[in-house]
């Protein structure tokens, strides 16, 4: 499927956008590299008979991530790292998945440069966002406009962030984007989308 415009998809509430993110999410298979793993919000929406390893970079969340990854019966280790240096070996992957991480990620090229190189050959990329609206629209300039306030409180999330073209630049193949406008404010919807790769 060819990346398609997020103006031409429809709006849709966050509980919908959810159900979205929960299927892409359970795609991932085999060795499964969650970055970002946060909490552990993604856990019920995982495979069965998945080798899950999270890789969350915050303490905070960390500590929490280890509890509920263990209460899973998950038993690979958090690992205290930032997705720009994943300390893992090359190709010993199947799945990465990301979840609302992308916009937070200091550099975009470097995080996907990672994910291609841990990625066993033919493995599957999972990435699910908010992104930038068109250039030029209202919701573009209150997305560059909350950005920087954004990138302080929210662990560095960036609204006004694009990585389509990235995702390709990156070597990645068979990419797809499935784009979908998500209601915020009355009035507001952002775009939001799953890309999916493979390496």
């Keep these: 499927m060819a990346p398609r415009s997020a103006r031409s998809a429809p709006r849709e509430r966050w509980t919908e956008f959810d159900a979205v993110r929960g299927r892409a999410v359970a795609t991932a298979s085999g060795t499964v590299l969650e970055i970002g793993a946060?909490?552990?919000?993604?856990?019920?929406?995982?495979?069965?008979?998945?080798?899950?390893?999270?890789?969350?970079?915050?303490?905070?969340?960390?500590?929490?991530?280890?509890?509920?990854?263990?209460?899973?019966?998950?038993?690979?280790?958090?690992?205290?790292?930032?997705?720009?240096?994943?300390?893992?070996?090359?190709?010993s992957v199947d799945s990465v998945v990301g979840t609302f991480v992308m916009c937070s990620v200091d550099d975009v090229a470097a995080t996907l440069a990672e994910c291609r190189r841990v990625l066993a050959p033919g493995g599957r990329l999972v990435l699910v966002d908010h992104?930038?609206?068109?250039?030029?629209t209202g919701t573009r300039r209150l997305q560059n406009l909350i950005t920087p306030l954004s990138r302080r409180?929210?662990?560095?999330?960036?609204?006004?962030?694009?990585?389509?073209d990235e995702i390709t630049a990156a070597g990645f193949s068979e990419v797809t984007a499935d784009w979908h406008r998500v209601a915020v404010f009355p009035g507001v919807a952002i775009p939001c989308a799953v890309h999916t790769a493979r390496a």
Aim: hydrophobic share 35%.
């Design 38 to 91: 946060g909490t552990g919000g993604n856990f019920e929406d995982f495979a069965r008979g998945i080798t899950w390893i999270g890789l969350e970079p915050h303490a905070p969340s960390r500590a929490t991530l280890q509890q509920k990854a263990r209460a899973q019966g998950h038993l690979r280790d958090v690992l205290a790292a930032r997705s720009e240096r994943i300390p893992l070996e090359a190709r």
């Design 131 to 136: 992104l930038a609206a068109a250039p030029g």
């Design 153 to 164: 409180i929210d662990k560095g999330c960036r609204y006004n962030r694009e990585i389509t």
